[in-house]
């Protein structure tokens, strides 16, 4: 507990810069010492402790929209520096979204509902695995990695496009369907919202969805070395979260065009709803450490499933 607490004083003053920065005046982070101090801090002594034994060490970090993930990501990273000197890239799977053009084209070749970005398949699959090959290889290179833009819904500039000159010791790679997995095709049959029901009739788009997961991410996800799950109660709540977070890019955005509305939030959720109820129910089995989020978007416990 002493190394914990020293640790807390070398990091306390970037960890609460980096949330400062996050917040809004309508949106402040609650109990941030108590979240640095009592989960990050016991999470990245335990992450240190094994990415002694793997260079690089592939961290997956999930959770549904709006559960934190960047924050908690960045978070993590910033400990990882400054405490325990590593060299640590973080990265989140929505940065290799395919680009607009490039799923409106999918859209029109296999399914209208692929023009919107979030369900696998509507990432570029071989920059992952090109990502995580490259990052292994003793030969390291230097690495140019998309950035993508949410509020434009498109992939930035390649001259904007993170450099990484080089290798990581850790590498976080986060998203809200890492370590998915698929569904039985028979339980696809069965609609279970208004999207489904009006947009997928003959289930092209869910089997589509389904087959990635069953082909292409299971080799992605197969080389992470731990998954972090952040587990919130239900997906109701996930959509409240993700509401909020909209209303936080809108404020922080020059471009206003391409920002969601109440309507848009809610129907784009549901695209993402099959999979994270899904997550709900086989994450808690086999992801590394789960950590369970209150209604008040705070960690309220933690579960460390590997030693």
């Known amino acids: ?31 941030k010492e108590k979240m640095i101090k009592s989960f990050l801090i016991p999470l990245c002594f335990w992450i240190n402790k094994k990415a002694e034994k793997k260079r ?9 929209q709006g559960t934190g993930k ?11 520096t400054k405490y325990f000197k590593l060299n640590v890239f973080r990265i989140s799977i929505d940065d290799f979204y395919k680009t607009r053009k490039e799923r409106k084209n999918l859209s029109k070749r296999v399914h209208p509902m692929l023009i919107t970005r979030g369900v696998p398949g509507t990432h570029d699959i071989n920059l992952m695995l090109n990502f995580f090959r490259k990052s292994k290889s003793k030969q390291f290179k230097r690495l140019k990695l998309p950035k993508f833009n949410k509020a434009l819904d498109d992939r930035l500039d390649k001259k904007k496009w993170y450099d990484l000159k080089k290798r990581p010791q850790v590498i976080i790679f986060e998203g809200w369907c890492v370590g998915a997995k698929p569904e039985k095709d028979n339980t696809l049959k069965k609609t279970i919202n208004s999207i489904e029901k009006a947009k997928d009739r003959k289930q ?17 996800y197969s080389q992470l070395n731990c998954l972090i799950y952040l587990k919130a109660k239900n997906f109701s709540l996930l959509q409240k979260w993700r509401l909020k977070q909209e209303r936080k890019l809108w404020v922080k955005s020059k471009v206003k065009s391409k920002i969601m509305s ?7 959720m549901q695209t993402y709803q099959r999979i994270t109820q899904n997550m709900f129910r086989y994450m808690p089995k086999y992801a590394s450490i789960i950590f369970n989020l209150n209604s008040n978007h705070q960690i309220k416990s933690a579960v460390y499933k590997t030693k």
């Open 204 to 220: 092209i788009w869910r089997k589509y969805v389904n087959h990635q997961l069953k082909t292409k991410y299971k080799n992605l």
């Open 56 to 64: 690089p060490y592939f961290i997956g970090l999930a959770g549904g």
């Open 70 to 80: 960047t924050t908690i990501s960045s978070l993590i990273r910033i400990i990882l």
């Open 262 to 268: 109440r309507g848009d939030v809610i129907n784009f």
């Open 1 to 31: 507990m002493h190394q914990f607490s020293l640790c807390f004083v070398k990091v306390k003053k970037d960890c609460l810069k980096f949330i400062n920065s996050q917040e809004t005046k309508a949106d402040k982070f609650k109990n």
